[in-house]
């Protein structure tokens, strides 16, 4: 609830629900739908052994369909082990990949022929993530997702800038901008 009301405050914009979605949700949910078809814009490729579990993304470029650990590499990318290739833009790049992947989710997963697979994905979603939205909600908003025009959703980055240099990496946010946004 503090990030309800750091958000609230920062934005002025008042939050009622959260929902908090952690790497196996993401993983389940694209697994329940059958994989995300999106266009991976270059050679991902990234190796961790020391993260827990060690995290290994392998993807070419091109438009494929993503299973859910292949997805969940395509999110958490940021750059190449040896720099060749990274988002020009940094971490904002990977923010709106990462938004161009729900925009590409949510239109697929709201197609109407994965109607069928809808009340199984709202129930993994459940019995993956925290929230405070109650059930029928989001049952509700499963059943009445098909008639929405998500071609139409529109997602915004907070506008500032990254800090560049030697120690921890922060990100600036332009109150004007942000509250022009």
């Known amino acids: ?37 999106v266009e991976v814009p270059f050679r991902m490729e990234y190796d961790d052994p020391t993260d827990n579990p060690p995290l290994h993304i392998d993807l070419e470029p091109g438009v494929q369909t993503l299973k859910g650990k292949e997805a969940l590499g395509f999110l958490r990318w940021r750059h190449n ?4 290739e990274q988002y020009a833009e940094g971490d904002v790049g990977r923010v709106n990949m990462q938004q161009y992947f729900l925009k590409q989710f949510v239109s697929q997963a709201t197609d109407l022929k994965n109607l069928p697979k809808s009340t199984r994905l709202a129930k993994t979603m459940m019995d993956h993530t925290f929230t405070n939205l109650p059930n029928v909600e989001v049952f509700s908003a499963a059943a009445a997702a098909p008639r929405v025009e998500f071609e139409e959703m529109e997602t915004y980055t907070v506008p500032g800038y990254g800090t560049n240099g030697s120690g921890p990496a922060y990100f600036i946010a332009d109150q004007e901008g942000t509250e022009r946004l």
């Open 81 to 84: 082990n040896d720099y060749s």
């Open 1 to 37: 609830y503090g990030a309800m009301e750091t958000i609230r405050n920062f934005s002025g914009v008042d939050i009622e629900y959260f929902v908090v979605f952690d790497y196996d949700a993401v993983s389940a949910m694209v697994d329940t739908l059958g994989g995300v078809e």
